[in-house]
């Protein structure tokens, strides 16, 4: 199978969009050859059957430029070798503009998205592609008739435990960008909460830093809130550091904390289980990865109130409990959301339409 795959980004250094780059190494283990055309590109680690063409974002190319450049590689690529499938993966943009061309040579398209954000260009997308592949269905916000869900693909060999034991004074991390959709605030008005009712001290580190300059207002209300709660002490902020620095933060802390709505599938709860650690988020998709643990594990989306509490029975908890959760957790995730079971699905996928 030759496969032509359209990525947002393609740098094993990114902080956030690192993954793809271990995506594209476990397809290539299971097909003949991957070409790939990418919004903008970095550090790129690919084995020897991968080709990567940048359309130019990262070197400041204007969107009309991208586009003759998107074009100018798609018509290269299927000028040079054939194409058995498309997958597209969370850029329907591509799909998009791919799609006229590709259904002209009968090449089938799936697409990947795990977002809530509903535009239409994903609404069109949908209507382009032969299948819609996401995380998990409620990570997905259109119609569900075209939708595969196929996990998170998280790399299990990277995200593991080492033995350690989380650090003392306990940790409570966050990690991912720093945006509105990421309710921070939730975080930092519990953690005012949890001081006046835990009698042991702890701290909160929130990992990432803002998408782009639009987001710089809304990270300086958050120093301000740490300030005006007098949480100096117990709030710190770090930057984001890259996937292969992640595995180790996650292994200091003793629970991870998503405050993201349900709606997405934010991979980094799925990596810190992965990990051995558990997780409060509240976001219902992970119910089913949570299993028996869910009602424990799942807050209140914007209710501090409801985060503190489950935050102080989670650090009041002995070691060992914590490793039962975690052990089964990690189970889970190996089970719904590793990596090489994300590549089989998607090979199995693009068989069935060829």
Known sequence: MRLLLFNLATDADDPILGFTTRWIQALAKRVEFIHVIT????????????????????????????????????????????????????????????????????????????????????????????????SVATAYPYR?????????????????????????????LCVGRLSPVKDHPTLIRAAALLRERLKKPFRVVILGGPAGPKDEPYVRSLHRLVEELNLQDIVSFHPPVPQSALPNWYRRCTVLVNMTPTGSGDKVVWEAMACGRPCLAANEGFRETMGRWSDLLLFRYNEPSDLAGKLEILLDMGYKQLQEISAELRQKVIEEHSLTKLAEKLVSLFETLI
């Open 39 to 134: 919004m903008r590109a970095g550090r790129i680690e690919v084995p020897e059957n991968v080709r990567v063409y940048s359309v130019g974002k990262e070197k400041g190319y204007s969107e009309p430029r991208r586009a003759v450049e998107f074009y100018r590689y798609l018509f290269r690529v299927l000028r040079e070798d054939r194409i058995d499938t498309c997958f597209s993966h969370m850029i329907p943009i591509f799909t998009v503009l791919a799609a006229p061309v590709l259904k002209v040579k009968k090449i089938p398209i799936v697409t990947w998205y795990a977002h809530p954000s509903l535009t239409w260009v994903l609404k069109l997308a949908h209507h382009l592609s032969d299948r819609m592949v996401s």
């Open 144 to 172: 569900k008739d075209k939708l595969v869900v196929i996990g998170q693909g998280i790399d299990t060999d990277l995200f593991c435990p080492d033995g350690s034991p989380p650090e003392e004074p306990p940790m409570i």
